[in-house]
């Protein structure tokens, strides 16, 4: 499996791919003209819209008290959203879900902004009653400037 450490960055310009640096070079130095490659398109996380995320979480666990830590309710926001697995006891035979992963290697920065704004909705709308844009304003405002990495 390979993991973002092996990952390579690229830019495209005019229709194609070019090697943003030195290492993306070599790697296509490498390749023989004419040889075909598979490629797979992931959008970097945005390490600032993660941390509009802890932002939103500090928010809600301070103005609210119904979970301990923001770990907790991230857990519970996992679970809402639907961003959990399912599994079995092979014991009792009981279903029951298991939190997934919002880590840099698991959501590229497209899966992640929708599903931030799933969260920002749930939150916004079910917890603190407000509107969700109300909730994001005051985020920013905390965690810096709202530059998420939303375009393609």
Same mark, same amino acid.
């Given at each position: 499996?390979?993991?973002?450490?092996?990952?390579?960055?690229?830019?495209?310009?005019?229709?194609?791919?070019?090697?943003?640096?030195?290492?993306?070079?070599?790697?296509?130095?490498?390749?023989?003209?004419?040889?075909?490659?598979?490629?797979?398109?992931?959008?970097?996380?945005?390490?600032?819209?993660?941390?509009?995320?802890?932002?939103?979480?500090?928010?809600?666990?301070?103005?609210?008290?119904?979970?301990?830590?923001?770990?907790?309710?991230?857990?519970? #926001?996992?679970?809402?959203?639907?961003?959990?697995?399912?599994?079995?006891? *092979?014991?009792?035979?009981? $279903?029951? &879900?298991? @939190?997934?992963?919002?880590?840099?290697?698991?959501?590229?920065?497209?899966?992640?902004?929708?599903?931030?704004?799933?969260?920002?909705?749930? #939150?916004?709308?079910?917890?603190?009653?407000?509107?969700?844009?109300?909730? *994001?304003?005051?985020?920013? $405002?905390? &965690?810096? @400037?709202?530059?998420?990495?939303?375009?393609?």
């Amino acid at each position: 499996m390979s993991t973002d450490l092996d990952a390579r960055a690229f830019t495209k310009r005019k229709g194609a791919l070019w090697p943003s640096d030195p290492i993306a070079e070599e790697m296509i130095e490498k390749l023989k003209d004419g040889r075909e490659v598979l490629v797979t398109i992931r959008r970097a996380r945005n390490p600032q819209h993660h941390r509009l995320l802890w932002a939103m979480l500090r928010k809600v666990v301070d103005n609210t008290d119904q979970w301990d830590s923001e770990t907790v309710l991230l857990d519970e #926001l996992k679970l809402a959203t639907g961003l959990a697995e399912v599994r079995v006891n *092979i014991l009792t035979g009981k $279903a029951y &879900a298991v @939190p997934g992963s919002i880590s840099f290697a698991s959501m590229d920065q497209t899966k992640f902004s929708a599903w931030f704004d799933q969260a920002v909705h749930l #939150l916004a709308t079910r917890v603190l009653k407000c509107a969700p844009q109300e909730l *994001i304003d005051e985020i920013t $405002a905390m &965690a810096g @400037p709202r530059d998420m990495g939303r375009a393609a």
